[in-house]
């Protein structure tokens, strides 16, 4: 669990319980997880090299519009591995321990004010962002959707803009309850401070 800049260490030489020890021990349980995730992102860097490969052999035999698919679908790939990036790195130092990287030349921008709501946003752009690039190579190859050339019906690109629609709802959400939480808790310090 991240500790926030004004959150007090605790005294050194404090011992918890043994089920409080038991339950706070249990955070390292996602530790497989996080690990399962960063081999996921190496399958990653697999299709990445894979498609670029693909783009590359066959640059003087696409088209124009089959070429901005193939980049739209690497950009596709970099997008989700940012998305990994975030919820290892995020969730390990919120959920499981401190990563220590301060003054580290490579710590993240964000890293330093990550929090549970802070990551939760930063996913919701992101998981908005896959789905943008996602709707945009639909709507490039459901473009001879008349000729009946794609394997794309109105319902199904129909179907996409919604649920992208919905995506951005639930990330407009968040962020409205986030700032309504961060708020409550900024009037509650202003008037414990008086």
Known sequence: MSLTPETPLPPKGLSLRPIPMLIFGSRWLQLPLYIGLIVAQGVYVVLFVKELWHLFAHSFDFSE???????LGLIDVVMISNLLVMVIVGGYETFVSRLNLRGHPDEPEWLSHVNASVLKIKLAMAIIGISSIHLLRTFIEAGGLASGKTG????????QTIIHT?????????AYVDKLSNGA??????QGAH
């Open 65 to 71: 519009q089959q070429i901005m698919l193939a980049v």
């Open 152 to 159: 794309y019906t109105e319902t199904g690109v129909m179907w």
């Open 166 to 174: 919905v995506f951005i709802l639930s990330a407009i959400g968040i």
């Open 185 to 190: 808790i900024e009037a509650a310090k202003q």
